[in-house]
């Protein structure tokens, strides 16, 4: 059974930092591609940075250069770090993967439950 745990959200002052993880519960082979998008409360859910199979990646406008998408097949994570945060970034943020449970087999979607990030003033 294959779950996405997300960790390292909280609570930061503006200018901090916060590292999120996304963790791969489960036997898996690979996270082929994974992504963290960001929702507050009455808004649509945005993405914030995605990294494709080949590594490529993007970034939501907002971002400016002050976040990084990470994938480690090793740890099973993708990872978000995040510098420079503003109150602007107060939202939840979740987690997105797809997964090859098995080599030589389709990958399927998964979805974290997502974790809080609030940015004081």
């Known amino acids: 059974q294959v779950q996405l745990v997300e960790s390292g959200g909280g609570l930061v002052q503006t200018g901090g930092s916060l590292r999120l993880s996304c963790t791969v519960s489960g036997r898996i082979y690979s996270i082929v591609a994974g992504a963290w998008y960001r929702q507050v409360p009455g808004n649509q859910r945005e993405l914030v940075a995605l990294?494709?199979?080949?590594?490529?990646?993007k970034y939501g406008d907002f971002v400016k250069g002050r976040f990084t998408i990470s994938r480690d097949n090793a740890k099973k994570t993708v990872d978000l770090q995040m510098n420079s945060l503003t109150p602007e970034d107060t939202a939840v943020y979740y987690c997105?993967?797809?997964?090859?449970?098995?080599?030589?087999?389709?990958?399927?979607?998964?979805w974290g439950q997502g974790t809080q990030v609030t940015v004081s003033s």
């Open positions: 997105f993967a797809d997964v090859r449970r098995y080599p030589g087999r389709p990958s399927d979607n998964y």
């Open positions: 990294i494709t199979s080949t590594s490529i990646t």
